[in-house]
């Protein structure tokens, strides 16, 4: 793994654009192409198989959390028990997830699973892919999740209830609407009716007792770019329980547990031999060098790095009520200053492909970048 | 490692390219009155206009300023009326009695879900 750093396209905010990339700059850069990563193919092959065998773990660490009734770990109500564990028995449908990595010394290491609402799909599988075309045309990315998100819906269609599948996100956020949009366009291009209303736009009907749209079609699908811990403690998350059409809620409720930080010790307690897990405990006291993460946080907030017993780094933030895990440190690898994370998606139930966000520092933050990679 | 070297999109480039573009300044400060209803039983009053800085806020203030309203029965959709985020409430509602039974705005917290 390398970093090279190059000269920017001429006029690459039209072109990034012209793909109907909006929020390529907030006050900082967010798309950075004056840098790009190269990995060889030994490389890309070995964060698939780690990708692979990671997903295979968490699925085996879900059926473990429910066997053992260990929700109070991941400060899940006890009223959603019966429905995530519905979920997961009827194999409700689900499609996508992205496991952060830390790649260093030729070893690579899982920092946590975002499982429910990862971000950054368009940039990976969209805006790289058009700037390797103009870059250098005959170089190859570890980059499926176009191809793989259209054969996944398709899939998919014979397991959703007949009709509208239905998107929704947060209005006025951009980044959101886009990762929303392009999941809607694949899922057109593998031939599903879709519709998109906001999150805030849905309607709880008294009477039927169904969610409607903002036409007051009733919900069957829904792909939903929001949380579920925000969604269960907002003022109609206990309709979900109660709603009569039994929505198929996409990425499916069971995927609370593993897109809860708490999920970490439990791995860990369960495969200590897994070459990509890092130690890590719900008690404090267990190790030297490690990072304190809220269970249930976003974006690198509240995050406590500790070295030698001593803070050597610390983010701000509203998260960390519901409880802290430690995880060994495992620190970002540095190139001149920058800090890449690697983010590796399953589309699926596969491996589909990465994208790199690069921080100023250890903490991979909102001010991170998105650099594009290639294949040596 | 890439399956197929052509990538279409059908949707995603022409609506969100919309939703860059920077928004016209509204023609409200002009001084001209719009009343307005979305609804026949509801009565007529000012348009009030909030204005989100631009972009996507304009975008899609544009693309919700009449949503249809109606209802499924035996499988067919019957439009009832509409509704607008950009009128006043007592010009939205009315007397229609369908639209009681739909209570909106209990799910939706946070500016971005970003991870």
């Known amino acids: 793994m390398e970093r090279i750093r190059i000269n920017a ?59 053992n009734n260990l929700y109070s770990r991941f400060s899940i109500p006890e009223a959603f028990i019966p429905y995530i564990e519905r979920t997961w028995t009827e194999d409700h449908p689900s499609i996508y997830g992205r496991f952060d990595f830390c790649y260093k010394n030729n070893q690579l290491k899982m920092l946590e699973f975002n499982a429910d609402t990862p971000t950054s799909l368009y940039e990976a599988g969209i805006v790289q892919w058009f700037w390797l075309q103009d870059f250098d045309k005959g170089k190859d990315q570890f980059n499926s999740i176009h191809e793989k998100l259209i054969a996944y819906w398709k899939y998919l269609q014979a397991y959703l209830h007949p009709g509208t599948l239905h998107f929704t996100c947060l209005k006025e956020t951009l980044e959101d609407l886009t990762n929303t949009e392009y999941l809607r366009d694949c899922a057109i291009q593998a031939g599903l009716e879709t519709k998109l209303v906001f999150i805030d736009d849905i309607g709880w009907d008294t009477e039927v007792q169904v969610f409607r749209d903002r036409e007051n079609q009733p919900l069957q699908n829904i792909f939903k770019l929001y949380p579920w811990e925000w969604l269960i403690n907002d003022e109609f998350g206990a309709h ?37 897990l890092l130690p890590a405990y719900f008690e404090e006291g267990k190790l030297l060098n490690y990072v304190k993460k809220p269970i249930l946080s976003r974006e690198g907030a509240n995050i406590t790095m500790v070295r030698n017993n001593t803070t050597v780094q610390q983010t701000a933030g509203d998260y960390g009520a519901e ?54 | ?45 000012t348009v009030h206009h909030y204005y989100h800085g631009g972009g996507i806020g304009n975008a899609l203030l544009w693309y919700y300023a009449f949503r249809p309203y109606g209802h499924y ?42 991870s």
């Open chain 2, 73 to 114: 029965y035996n499988g067919y959709y019957q439009r009832a009326g509409y509704y607008s985020d950009a009128i006043h409430e007592s010009s939205n509602i009315g007397s229609n009695t369908f639209k009681s039974t739909v209570i909106r705005g209990g799910f939706g917290r946070g500016f971005s879900v970003s």
């Open chain 1, 240 to 276: 979900i329980l109660t709603d009569r059409n039994r929505t198929f809620w996409i990425e499916p409720s069971w995927k609370m547990i593993l897109s809860n930080k708490a999920i970490l010790p439990i791995l860990w307690e369960l495969y200590p031999d897994c070459p990509y």
């Open chain 1, 9 to 67: 396209r001429n006029h690459w905010q039209q072109a990034v654009e012209q793909l109907g990339f909006g929020f390529h700059t907030t006050n900082v850069p967010y798309w950075d192409e004056t840098a790009y990563y190269e990995f060889t193919m030994d490389e890309v092959l070995y964060i698939e198989k780690a990708t692979a065998e990671l997903w295979d773990l968490c699925l085996g660490a879900v059926q473990h959390v429910m066997d």
């Open chain 2, 1 to 45: 490692m890439k399956k197929s070297k052509h990538i279409q999109l059908l949707l995603i480039t022409a609506v969100l390219a919309s939703c860059n573009r920077p928004g016209k300044q509204p023609d409200w400060q002009s001084g001209n009155k719009t009343y307005i209803r979305s609804d026949s039983t509801a009565p007529y009053t």
């Open chain 1, 323 to 376: 409880g802290f895990i430690y995880q060994e440190l495992f620190s970002l690898p540095e190139f001149g200053g920058n800090y890449p994370l690697i983010g590796s998606w399953v589309i699926g139930q596969e491996p589909a492909g990465m994208g790199i966000r690069e921080a100023s520092s250890l903490i991979t933050d909102n001010l991170s970048r998105f650099v594009p990679h290639l294949i040596k």
